[in-house]
């Protein structure tokens, strides 16, 4: 293979752009010893054009051959929008390892939510003992100073903090104040001049870029949350349904939110004031906040304007009913055939740009498994809080899911999904839109660690798009029991995807182990989830993962799948299933 015969391959197989194709070649520059050097000999011939095996070794080099666009490692969308326009990636009680009812927590729990681009924490604080404040067993302070160190290493966009404070007296509500200002001390978002407005008088909230590298506490929504239930009522009414949704965020819970808002503000106005470092300060910073937290419930923390971050938080048992809802209301527009029918009061709702609403995993999930996120971000919601110490699919989808921006923590929603916005056909990725088929060419596996009782191997993939109703699908491959170091598979399958932009494609190799196990569930060896909107066309080799003993996500050293990814028009999906 010469240079004009690779420029070709990558043009035609691959799809590359022409600038592409010139990076590849100049990388090697054509010269027979450069190239020895790189790939040591193998692959070569004597005048230093590839042979097939040299081929395949280029395509082994994930700088040279990438199975996502490069493009999409860094944060290339618009994030000047409110922060209601994106989804926002979430950890539920951030600071917990293992199960909710018998874990232990650890302030690594929180440095590894942060690594890996969650912009949303949730954390339950208690009372300790006399005046003490803790955070899921953890001393406040510090899982503050854990805060402040690693925030910042993955994602320069702001923090969400979702403080449950509902266990604490008024005193230790002034704590809490006084230890927020003073450990994060300026990048605590606290508005300008202690207030929630914005330039312009605009009431919609402040954007990633406007918050950049501050943490910004989240208060509840105050009569929006509380006519949620209202809204479902007349709703399913107008559905022809009868079911009664209790109401979202009690006075109880808005009036707490508020009164540790109106604390942080007061304490830092405090400690502002006097010397940070003198004990008189600190004092005059408590007393100021315990008052703060005494006066009326009524009172805001911002004053009357929007706060900069509004979350309404469901649970994933009424969340399900609202995607009930939502479906029903989906199917009488399409049987209506008007596609200018008026969304009902519940759409508007969770569109809304006045707030991010968040989805929590069940109570019953004591063992801190995942639901799986896709549906609740699809039907609109911002943001659905999942375990991340718990390794699985669900964590699996929303690590490839907020990849599509670089992993920032923020990606923006389609426009349909966004609140306010009219049109559906503004650009969002930055390859395709609009319905596909997606064909995946499946050849065989490479250096794949399988491990079995007996002599008898048989390693097979399944294969899962992950999306919509009507874009998911599950296939498998056959069994191949002759080499399981390098399985050959040699299957081909069709993903029509109405919405590839939301959809997903999941990797599980599988390998039913010998004769003794012939009877039990296959142990799984690897797996990839790849999110189609960066999906790069041609042969690719797919990267393997599994998780280490702390159920952190790692690379399996060499272990890939070897694919080859097309995608066709729509108009030629029918002719093609």
Same mark, same amino acid.
């Given at each position: 293979v ?17 600038? #592409? ?9 054509w010269?027979? %010893? ?7 000999? %193998? ?14 070794n ?39 390892l ?10 690594? %729990? ?74 994060? /001390?300026?990048a ?11 330039? /312009? ?54 009036q707490e ?25 600190? #004092?005059?910073?408590?007393a ?24 309404? +938080? ?12 939502l479906a029903?209301?989906? $199917? ?30 069940? $109570? ?27 390794p699985g ?28 916005? +009219?049109?559906e056909t ?6 395709r ?17 399988? +491990? ?21 699908r599950?296939?498998? +491959? ?8 390098n ?20 990797? &599980? ?29 041609g042969?690719?080799?797919v ?5 280490? $003993?702390?159920?952190? $996500?790692? &690379?399996i ?21």
């Amino acid at each position: 293979v010469n240079e004009r015969d690779l420029t070709r391959w990558f043009r035609e197989h691959q799809r590359a752009s022409p600038d #592409e194709a010139a990076r590849v070649c100049e990388v090697f520059g054509w010269d027979a %010893a450069r190239r020895r050097r790189t790939f040591g000999g %193998a692959g070569l011939h004597d005048n230093g054009n590839f042979t097939l095996i040299g081929m395949h070794n280029l395509c082994l080099v994930p700088s040279l051959n990438p199975v996502l666009d490069p493009r999409h490692a860094a944060v290339h969308q618009d994030m000047s929008l409110p922060l209601s326009c994106y989804f926002i990636r979430a950890s539920h009680n951030a600071a917990m390892l293992g199960h909710q009812d018998e874990g232990n927590a650890s302030v690594v %729990a929180v440095q590894r939510a942060l690594e890996r681009g969650c912009r949303l924490l949730e954390l339950e604080l208690w009372g300790g003992d006399g005046e003490q404040v803790v955070c899921s067993g953890l001393p406040l302070r510090d899982v503050l100073c854990c805060l402040a160190q690693y925030a910042w290493v993955t994602s320069d966009f702001p923090v969400l903090l979702r403080l449950d404070n509902s266990a604490l007296s008024r005193s230790q509500e002034a704590m809490v104040a006084v230890l927020l200002v003073d450990v994060l /001390g300026d990048a605590l978002f606290l508005g300008e001049g202690g207030s929630g407005s914005r330039a /312009g008088g605009t009431d919609t909230m402040r954007s990633p870029a406007e918050l950049r590298r501050r943490f910004v506490l989240s208060t509840l929504a105050d009569s929006d949350g509380a006519d949620l239930g209202q809204l479902v009522w007349n709703d399913e009414n107008m559905l022809g349904s009868a079911t009664y949704l209790p109401l979202l965020g009690t006075t109880r819970v808005l009036q707490e939110q508020q009164r540790l808002q109106a604390a942080v503000l007061l304490a830092s106005s405090a400690l502002a004031e006097g010397c940070c470092s003198s004990t008189g300060a600190r #004092e005059d910073a408590r007393a100021a906040a315990t008052a703060s937290a005494a006066a009326t419930a009524a009172a805001h923390g911002h004053g009357d304007d929007p706060p900069a971050c509004c979350v309404c +938080t469901l649970s994933e048992r009424r969340a399900m009913r609202l995607l009930q809802l939502l479906a029903i209301h989906d $199917e009488q527009r399409r049987a209506s055939e008007s596609a200018a029918a008026r969304d009902p009061s519940l759409v508007r709702w969770i569109r809304s740009s006045k707030r991010i609403v968040c989805v929590q995993p069940d $109570e019953a999930r004591v063992n801190s498994t995942n639901p799986n996120p896709l549906p609740f971000w699809l039907a609109g919601a911002n943001s659905v809080s999942l375990n991340q110490q718990t390794p699985g699919a669900a964590v699996e989808v929303d690590q490839a899911f907020f990849s599509i921006n670089g992993n920032c923590g923020y990606l923006l929603k389609p426009p349909a999904l966004r609140p306010g916005t +009219t049109s559906e056909t503004e650009g969002w990725s930055l390859r395709r839109q609009g319905a596909v088929l997606l064909r995946v060419h499946l050849w065989c596996g490479y250096q794949i660690p399988v +491990t079995a009782a007996g002599d008898e191997r048989e390693v097979f993939v399944e294969l899962e798009a992950i999306g919509s109703a009507a874009d998911s699908r599950r296939v498998f +491959t056959d069994g191949n029991s002759q080499s399981a170091l390098n399985p050959q598979f040699d299957a081909e399958f069709s993903f029509p995807l109405a919405n590839p932009d939301l959809t997903l494609l999941r990797f &599980r190799v599988l390998n039913r182990g010998g004769a003794l196990l012939r009877n039990t569930l296959p142990a799984k060896v690897g797996h990839a989830c790849l999110p189609v909107a960066c999906l790069n066309e041609g042969s690719r080799h797919v990267p393997l993962f599994d998780y280490d $003993e702390h159920g952190a $996500e790692r &690379r399996i050293l060499g272990a890939s799948l070897w694919c080859r990814f097309y995608f066709q028009p729509a108009a030629d999906t029918e002719s093609a299933v």
